[in-house]
């Protein structure tokens, strides 16, 4: 089974108003210790495990990964290959945040090996980049893009957000239509999520800010599939669209329930039996790996019911669905009485080729759905 390297970068310039994931703004110049920090964690990690993984793909995420230095991305990737077989990898995915990633240095990933550069645009619209936070503004993500165009980049992702407050269906669409006018390779489109700890949550809560309603939601997440399915792109898992061929092999590995390892502050790692995670705090990071200590915050064993459901979860949300056999596994009884009732019962669900998947109307109750196929 082949398998992922996830690295987490924590470092931003700013800290986005919905975001959640672990990013720490104002602390730059701690890079460089951090990329030995990283390195070492790397080689302890190596050092104490014996991982003959089939590794094909490494995720640099975030965080801002583009404010690596070029040195720091190095000692990185060459550590990787000291301390592990990647020479089979075929995919290593850089964030890059418009703006925040100049000609000189994208070239420089690029020849590095970094063979796939995920943007995130989020909008093209001055004001709604303003509400979100946002540093840059839309020239910075033609001109970033152009860049990485011009520095070998031919595998290109951009992330665009939906139901932003004040956004209508009609600046959705013009983002969408300018995205398109740029042809990346791939495309990801998420709903604004009001995650808690964050700003958004607070001026939601306190009736500040309000939500789209679920008719406009739904209105944007249809012209979502119809307006790039129409443009040949392939919608492959729900969020998730791109050109023939150019789906994202280590996002793959998340909803395949692939292994893969994890390193930096909050990264999760996956064995197919066990997941872990390493603290959500840099010092306490710092002060574990100094230690020689796996930098670990804590660890789950999943049974096979865990492992049934998130599969249901993940492999649903893939426009091939679960293969039956790997659900078979995981399911102590007549899984095919267990999937045909379900069939019956929900008018977006098929099974086609050994395979459950959602058809068109299934995708569009995806969660109500997965969570019926779940067992306790
Ligand atoms: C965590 S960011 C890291 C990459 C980079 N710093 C950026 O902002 O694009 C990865 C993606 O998650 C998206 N994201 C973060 N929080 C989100 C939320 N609450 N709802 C929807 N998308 C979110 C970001 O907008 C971005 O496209
Ligand atoms: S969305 Fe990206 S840039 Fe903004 S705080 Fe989160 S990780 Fe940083």
């Known amino acids: 089974m082949s398998a992922g ?11 986005c108003m919905y975001c959640d994931f672990y990013s ?3 602390r730059e110049d701690e890079i460089p210790k951090f990329v030995e920090t990283l390195a070492t964690e790397i080689s302890l990690y190596a050092d104490s ?6 590794f094909d793909t490494i995720f640099l995420g975030g965080g801002t990964p583009s404010l690596f230095t070029v040195k720091g991305l190095e000692l990185i990737l060459e550590t990787l290959d000291q301390k592990f077989d990647i020479s089979n990898v075929k995919e290593i995915t850089l964030e890059a945040n418009p703006g925040e990633a100049p000609y000189e240095k994208l070239k420089a990933f690029r020849e590095l090996g970094v063979n796939r550069l ?12 303003t509400f979100l936070g946002r540093i840059h503004n839309p020239d910075d993500c033609f001109n970033t893009f152009k860049n990485a165009r011009k520095a070998g980049f031919d595998n290109i992702n951009a992330d665009l957000i939906f139901d932003i407050p004040g956004q209508s269906l009609r600046k959705w669409k013009k983002d969408l239509k300018t ?19 964050t700003t958004l949550f607070g001026l939601v809560k306190s009736g500040k800010v309000k939500m789209p309603s679920d008719i406009l939601d739904f209105a944007m997440f249809k012209h979502t599939r119809d307006f790039l399915s129409q443009n040949n792109y392939k919608s492959y898992e729900i969020s998730n669209y791109c050109k023939t061929g150019m789906e994202c092999k280590h996002n793959l590995h998340y909803w395949n329930l692939d292994n893969y390892l994890a390193f930096g502050p909050s990264a999760h ?8 995670w390493n603290v959500r705090s840099l010092d306490e990071y710092y002060k574990k790996v100094q230690k020689n200590e796996p930098p670990l915050e804590n660890f ?7 492992n049934f459901n998130e599969l249901i979860f993940n492999g649903l949300r893939m426009v091939d669905g679960i293969p039956i056999q790997k659900l078979a596994k995981l399911f102590s009884g007549d899984l095919d009485v267990y999937l045909n009732t379900k069939v019956g019962k929900w008018e977006g669900l098929k099974i086609s080729e050994n395979k459950v998947m959602f058809n068109e109307k299934g995708v569009m109750l995806a969660d109500e759905i997965a969570s019926d196929l779940f067992i306790d």
Request: proline share 5%.
């Open 5 to 15: 390297i996830y690295l987490h970068f924590p470092f931003c310039k700013v800290k």
């Open 24 to 26: 720490i703004p104002k």
């Open 49 to 54: 495990h014996d991982i003959n993984w089939e």
């Open 118 to 129: 995920s943007m995130g645009f989020q909008s093209f619209d001055a004001d709604l980049l």
């Open 179 to 197: 995205l398109v006018d740029l042809q990346p390779e791939h495309i990801s489109a998420y709903s604004l999520t009001v995650e808690e700890n």
């Open 269 to 276: 790692g996956f064995n197919g039996e066990m997941r872990w």
């Open 300 to 306: 789950e064993v999943l049974t096979k019911k865990d």
